[in-house]
């Protein structure tokens, strides 16, 4: 009898705490935090700013180090590792969408997409690949645009395709819709549903909007570092 993969862990946290030293005071970001997502799920964490949401998202993916508990990412302990295997693992494993583009801006839309590649991680057909994402977000005719000739909206909708390029088993998104109209947040809803449903991407979003978060299976929040199932 096979297993289900849904079934199986690809994040396992257990009692995690991050803290930081504010104004000579012990501010704990995350509050022994204790988190279990299984392969394929949608998973949304809401909260206000300042609740502990993005501190999670870099823990989970390798980013910052906590100060103590356990994490393993498809089971395997990330602070274990070496700095380089580490950022081999993050780029072979996952992939981030930070609230800001963060684009390059002496490459065009599509060599943007096509970036992470060049960090040891081989993919078939690589710019067919970045042009069928481009299509997918509605910007195929932008190809070979440079973001100062792109909006706001188009950049976002860039970083968005950049983050499926190396064919990631999950994606730690940071309020990835958060400066997009309505009807281009709708749509990258729905090709984040598609991923999940057809690739099995797992998702981890986190964000302040109630109705995104709505749209995930399992939905959390956050509040001064203590994460809670709604």
Partial sequence: MKTD??????????????????????FRAVDTVSLEV??????????????????LLSLIGGLSRPDSGQLLVDGAELWSMTDDAR???????????????????TLTAIENIILPTAFGTTTPDVPGRAAELLSMVGLKEKM?????????????????????????????????????????????????????SDLGVTFIIVTHNKEIAAQAAKRLSMTHGVLKII
């Fill in 144 to 196: 070979h645009a440079y973001p100062a000739h792109l909006s706001g909206g188009q950049q976002r909708r860039i970083a968005i395709a950049r983050a499926f390029i190396n064919r990631p088993e999950l994606v730690l998104a940071d309020e990835p819709t958060g400066d997009l109209d309505e009807e281009t947040e709708n749509e990258i809803i729905q090709l984040f549903h598609r991923m999940n």
């Fill in 38 to 55: 299984s392969k394929g799920e949608m998973v949304s964490i809401i909260g206000h700013s300042g609740s502990g949401k993005t501190t």
């Fill in 87 to 105: 950022s081999a693992f993050r780029n072979r494993k996952m992939s981030f969408i930070y609230q800001f583009s963060s684009l390059i801006p």
């Fill in 5 to 26: 993969p849904k079934t199986i862990p690809l994040v396992q946290i257990s009692d995690l705490l991050k803290t930081y030293y504010v104004d000579g005071q012990r």
